[in-house]
């Protein structure tokens, strides 16, 4: 063998390697795939990133923005409609209450004739006194006369009339004043304690109104129902037979409102439950219900 040409060889691979690792190594570029480089590169995605979804935010803020304005606006109508609404029902109370009540005969009741009596009772002791006082002085001028016991005089007796009118009036204010669930206690309280009479009648009435507003229909209906029923010469009774034609209406039985509002405007022409049921009828019509 020739030892001598392999050492020869492998002194040469030996002194290469350092050389190709040097140019290997000299290869790679940190100035350009640096750190400083990717940073920059990540900042920039990021602000190109963030400028869209901001964009998207402030289009979507603006565009809720739009939306609560309409909404407070809308809102603000609603209550104003609500207000006005919440007036003319108070005012109809009012005038549909004081047409009956003209129309009932209207005035409370005179206060019993034995009250009359008892407040005149005094009258007729100072006329007994007057025609014998010339006596009384005489004997007053000889004997001293003792000194009269004072008597505790009674409150003079509430009239059953007014205290049905003040239970009465009590109650048709709440009713006004769009306490609804508090008018029906008042109304049942009364109609149960005043079940004939004066407001009689006016009271069934507006207890089946506090139940129909309340859309109590189930309620409301028996209500006006016992108003017809009982008190068939009432001046209420159109009325009720209008608000039976209504609650047919809203719970959907279309067919029967239409018989019932027909009825209405046939028994009683001219009268402002015919109006009000010729117009619940065009509203039907125009609905093709």
């Known amino acids: ?17 350092p050389v190709w ?6 290869g790679y570029d940190a100035g350009a795939y640096g750190a400083e ?8 995605l990021e602000r190109k990133l963030s400028g869209q979804v901001l964009m998207e935010l402030n289009g979507q803020i603006e565009r809720l923005q739009r939306e609560l304005a309409k909404t407070r606006g ?16 108070q005012a109809m109370y009012t005038d549909l209450d004081q047409r009956i009540r003209q129309g009932a005969g209207g005035a409370a ?5 034995s009250e009359s009596a008892g407040a005149n009772a005094p009258d007729a002791g100072a006329e007994d006194a007057g025609s014998g006082s010339e006596t009384r002085t005489a004997a007053a001028a000889a ?7 004072s008597r505790p005089v009674a409150p003079p007796p509430v009239s059953d009339g007014a205290a049905r009118e003040a239970a009465y009036q009590k109650a048709f204010g709440t009713l006004k004043d769009g306490k609804y669930a508090e008018a029906i206690k008042e109304f049942k309280s009364f109609t149960a304690r005043y079940p004939s009479g004066d407001y009689a009648d006016n009271g069934q009435y507006w207890l089946g109104e506090a139940y129909y507003v309340n859309r109590d229909f189930t309620s409301a209906k028996d209500a006006f129902q016992k108003l017809i029923k009982n008190f068939p010469q009432s001046a209420k009774v159109s009325d009720a037979a209008l608000k039976l034609a209504y609650i047919e209406s809203d719970t959907g039985q279309a067919a029967s409102a239409k018989q019932m509002l027909n009825d209405v ?6 009268s402002t439950a015919a109006k009000q049921a010729e117009k619940r009828l065009q509203k039907l019509q125009q609905e093709k219900r």
């Open 143 to 149: 004997t001293p006369v003792p000194a009269p016991t």
């Open 37 to 44: 480089t990717l940073d920059e590169r990540v900042a920039k």
């Open 109 to 113: 009741p005179a206060p019993a004739s």
């Open 74 to 89: 809308q809102l603000e109508e609603v209550n104003h409609k609500l207000e006005t609404l919440k007036s003319q029902q």
């Open 265 to 270: 405007i046939k028994r009683y022409p001219g």
């Open 21 to 26: 690792a040097e140019q290997g190594y000299g």
């Open 1 to 17: 063998m020739k030892p001598i040409p392999v050492l020869l060889t492998l002194s040469g691979l030996l002194l290469a390697v």
